[in-house]
């Protein structure tokens, strides 16, 4: 993703009659980027997509349900994990 000072630079000089590839480079994006920006009905609309996968495996997988039952019994466990208590 670029930022918004790219985007209003690219489409400044896109705006001028530049070239994409010039504008690309004023706006320090490459060429495919900015033809990506520009095909938009609005450029500054960046494209999100949702992130619904995991990029590591859960570390704590193993042990929650033992885990949750220990903060289940002893509430006083969790005020000490949040303030770093071990």
């Known amino acids: 993703m670029i ?19 010039m504008s690309a480079i ?3 994006v490459s060429r ?3 033809r990506k920006y520009l095909q ?3 450029p500054s ?4 997509q949702p992130h619904d996968w995991r990029t590591r495996e859960d570390p704590l997988e193993a042990i929650w349900s033992a885990a949750r039952g220990m903060l289940e019994t002893a509430p006083e466990l969790h005020v000490m994990a949040d303030i770093g208590i071990r």
């Not at 609309?45 to 999100?48: E, F, G, N, R, V």
């Open 3 to 21: 930022n918004r000072r790219q985007i209003n630079q690219l489409v400044y000089e896109r705006n001028r009659r530049v070239s994409i590839t």
């Open 26 to 28: 004023k706006a320090g």
């Open 32 to 34: 495919n980027t900015a």
């Open 40 to 42: 938009q009905a609005d």
């Open 45 to 48: 609309q960046q494209k999100k």
